[in-house]
């Protein structure tokens, strides 16, 4: 039998790009409106290093998010010199949930991270004792080696030592995209998660080129081939509570997607929770979606679970070509396809 609504406990994005400014006030609402919490990335220029600058950006979401109850999770970003100290009394003060490890110049505003995991033994073995997650982009930057294999190396060369140097640190590898990083998530203890991103389950890297180059695709890392999808798409509808929801939404302004040297990323805040249940649906899995989307995550977090619940109606709806944002526009995921889920919004009891 077919349901028509699906009622879940309200979710969370545990990876979003949010900016700032105006295109911060652009974008929070569509993450809000679906998400109680976000795990907000530091990627701003300048990054986000110190309890200071995460305290004012965190007022500047809240502000533009208005009182949709929404609540932002701040993360640090690791360069080369950042101080222990900061970043423990960070945690301690509520204001960090986490610190994310960019290799340098791995992608979007890279150019501060870190450029030897040497550099930053001490603040993993700080992180480590107080239980700390470590968020981490798993590719390697050596342009010797394929970009289509760039997080399967960096699992070989960076993540495997460093999980034998750190083996109780909590570690989220982010928007995975190949079998390689779903078997190694699989296998490692239980202090190792992933987060899986609704266009690394809809699409493979065809669709970067069906019918001519397709900016709006492209994102780091960049979509795999097919058996790599088919790998992710089992992880995240098995049940497996170390898979859990994490969009990447990242969004660009038009004009910065559609150029002669495009920016990475993919703005699906607008339908995320849509796309996702497209895909368990697809998976015969809509039962193991509340999972994926609303609990596994906050408890690797250690955080509670949320209380309220969101409805989804099984009803056709065209997804726009272009959001507005800022002075230029955006162009969301999916835009221009029928998606066959709705979000109602929250169920009030
Ligand atoms: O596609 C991406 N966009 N991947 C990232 O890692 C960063 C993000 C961004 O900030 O635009
Ligand atoms: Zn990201």
Redesign the pocket.
């Known amino acids: 039998m077919q349901t028509d609504t699906l009622t879940l406990r309200q979710p969370d994005d545990w990876h979003t ?1 949010l900016r700032d400014g105006e295109m911060l006030r652009a974008v929070v609402g569509h993450t809000a409106r679906q998400f109680a919490r976000a795990i907000v ?1 530091p ?1 701003l220029r300048p990054p986000i290093t110190t309890i200071a600058a995460a305290r004012a950006y965190r007022e500047r979401i809240q502000a533009a998010a208005g009182d949709s109850g929404f609540t932002p999770l701040m993360t640090a970003y690791l360069t080369d010199d950042i101080d222990a100290d900061e970043i423990a009394r960070g945690l301690e003060q509520g204001v960090f949930t986490a610190c994310k490890l ?1 290799p340098a110049n ?5 150019e501060h991270g870190v450029t030897a995991i040497a550099k930053i033994h001490r603040v993993l073995a700080r992180m480590q004792a107080i239980g700390m997650p470590l968020l981490v ?1 798993g590719e390697v930057t050596d342009p010797d080696v394929d970009i289509f294999d760039r997080e399967a190396v960096f699992i070989e060369r960076v993540l495997n030592p460093l999980l034998r140097d750190f083996p109780a640190l909590k570690v989220v590898l ?2 995975i995209t190949t079998d390689d990083a779903v078997q190694f998530v699989a296998a490692a203890a239980d202090n190792v998660a992933a987060t899986i991103t609704p266009h690394h389950l809809a699409i493979s890297r065809n669709a970067l080129f069906e019918g001519g180059l397709r900016p709006h695709l ?4 960049v979509l795999k081939r097919e058996r790599h999808r088919l790998s992710l798409r089992h992880a995240a509808t098995s049940g497996n509570p170390k898979f859990f929801l994490g969009t ?1 939404t ?3 302004a038009r004009v910065g997607k559609e150029s002669a040297c495009g ?4 703005f699906n805040a607008p339908f995320a929770l849509e796309s996702y249940a497209t895909v368990f649906e697809q998976e015969n899995a809509l039962p193991r979606l509340e999972g994926f989307a609303s609990e596994y995550g906050a408890r690797f977090y250690g955080l509670p679970l949320n209380t309220g619940k969101v409805r989804l109606r099984r009803t056709a709806q065209v997804v726009p070509e272009r959001i507005a944002a800022d002075s230029d526009d955006l162009v969301p995921f999916h835009a221009g396809q029928t998606l066959g889920w709705r979000f109602d919004g929250l169920v009030e009891d």
Request: with cysteine; aromatic share 8%.
């Open positions: 790009h990335m990627n960019y791995a992608t979007t505003n890279a982009h982010e928007h492209y994102c780091l890392p990447d990242a969004p660009h920016c990475a990323g993919i």
